[in-house]
């Protein structure tokens, strides 16, 4: 286990996905300079890098998610981060330089207490990420989750998932905007690698019927990240 892994708390109550647009081709030199100037700061500080991401076929975009403990410690996490910290200050500039846009970030719960870090920081390959909006419909389709959904993942051997909701609580910290949409879930998901991917989403396509007809009565927009795991290594 690296020491870097053992300074993130078990726990955490809130995340953040991060998706920034990047200028053309710039991913894996966005990576290398994010990791080396800001994840080690930023955990001392207590926003903990849970994951770190390219888009499939996709060469400017990085994707990363960052948890807090609650959203008091993200309020102090921020602030001391981005306004007071010597590493922002020196190296934010370069950051920004390589960014189109950063703004397209949501702000998440989990929907059952807390969640174990483990569970996001893996070792896997393919990570996916299921954006569900559910308009007026979201407690429905949480049921049908957990009574039927999750319960057929996990018959297909799919058990590497957890859920979130938007974070309500007022985004305290306007500098860095985040969505928070009241109709929301959100699945995150690990796969081995491309084939357990691939061959795990033809089985979830030929759900039965009335599952798949429930889905689409209930859920209004569904779009899905696939995620490669650059962090692999550094486990």
Known sequence: MSNLTQKIPENIKVLEIRNYLLKPNLTDKFRDYFHSKFVTPMNE??????GEFKIDNIND????????????????FLNDF???STTWKEY??????M????DNVYLLRPLKKEINTELLKT??????????????????????????????????????????????????F???????????????????????FYAKQKEIDSMPIDLKNSMQEL???????????????LL
């Open 123 to 172: 070792d896997k390959t393919f990570s996916v990420v299921d954006f569900y909006i559910c308009n007026n419909t979201l407690e429905k389709v949480i049921n049908l989750f957990e009574t039927t959904y999750i319960p057929f993942l996990k018959n297909l051997k799919i058990e590497d998932i957890t859920l979130w909701v938007s974070e309500m609580v007022e985004n305290d």
């Open 219 to 233: 859920i209004t927009i569904q779009n899905k990240l696939v995620l490669l795991n650059l962090n692999r290594e």
């Open 45 to 50: 500080l207590g926003g903990y890098t849970l």
């Open 92 to 97: 934010g500039k370069g950051a920004n330089e």
């Open 174 to 196: 306007p500098g860095l905007p985040a969505f928070q949409d009241k109709n929301l879930l959100v699945s995150i998901t690990h796969y081995k690698d491309e084939n357990e």
């Open 82 to 84: 981005y306004i007071n």
């Open 99 to 102: 960014m189109i846009n950063s």
């Open 61 to 76: 975009r990085f994707v990363w998610f960052r948890g807090f403990t609650d959203m008091k410690t993200r309020s102090k």
